[in-house]
């Protein structure tokens, strides 16, 4: 996770909240949220390597399948749920949306954005894009809902949640000025403070 993404969302989480953090990868983000924040939480990821990656670093991690474990989690008395960079991997990302806003008060999402300009140069010269937020081939990634901003941000309008805030980064992982005059044109990734 870039170092300005990871800022972004230490800025959005609060001292000593309860945090779940669902895709959480090598626990990294969580580590500095413990770290920067005092936070009380634990990581879902269903990557083995990243697991044990995990469990090194001293992060509480659950292996589960988030699309099929989502409604195991009772509790509801989440600060904060996160789900970065994983969005697009799911099978149902507006289920997934709605259910991490009944398990916390708020939610952060980041997702990668289809609409860049140069996967639109890509998908026009019959080529799937591969950027360094989507590095995969098509036969290799774990993508499977590839969407835009404005996808992202009409599917949050549709479902009554409400973006509370929002910041889009560039391919230098700053948010330049062209990708906040159009995002879904110049912003690599999105990244989302969403609630109720």
Known sequence: MAIKLSKIINSWVPENSKVIDFGCGD????????????????????NDIKIEKCIEKGIPVIK????????DFMSSNFDLSIMAKSIQCLKNPDLALNRMLELSKRCVVTLPNLGYWRCRINLASGKMPI??????????????????????????????????????????????????????????????????
């Not at 500095?32 to 634990?42: A, M, S, T």
């Not at 589960?64 to 409604?71: H, S």
């Open 27 to 46: 626990g990294s983000l969580l580590k500095e949220l413990f770290e920067n924040k005092q936070v009380l939480g634990y990581g879902v990821e269903i």
């Open 64 to 71: 589960l399948d988030i699309d099929k474990g989502l409604n």
């Open 131 to 196: 950027t360094p937020e989507l590095p995969s081939s098509w036969y290799e990634t774990e993508n499977i809902h590839l969407c835009t901003i404005k996808d992202f941000e009409n599917l949050c309008l549709k479902e009554n949640i409400r973006i509370k805030d929002k910041v889009f980064i560039n391919r230098n992982g700053d948010q330049g000025g062209l990708s906040k005059i159009n995002p879904n044109l110049f912003a690599v990734e999105g990244v989302y403070l969403l609630e109720r």
